[in-house]
């Protein structure tokens, strides 16, 4: 018997129910994630683009 992690079993549920609302579409989730940023009120970190 393997030894499961019930916080991780919740995290990987939420995430699943997540892209199931987004249709598994990751660009729907993406637009969906950014709008949830919008609402926090944290100081979010943004880093610069590195030059290829």
């Known amino acids: 018997m393997i030894w499961e992690d019930p916080i991780v079993k919740e995290v990987r549920e939420i995430r699943q129910q997540i892209a ?14 950014r709008e949830q ?14 030059k290829p």
């Open 20 to 33: 199931a609302e987004h249709n598994n579409d990751i660009d729907a989730l993406c637009r969906y994630l």
């Open 37 to 50: 940023e919008k609402h926090e009120h944290r100081k979010l970190v943004t880093l610069a683009a590195k």
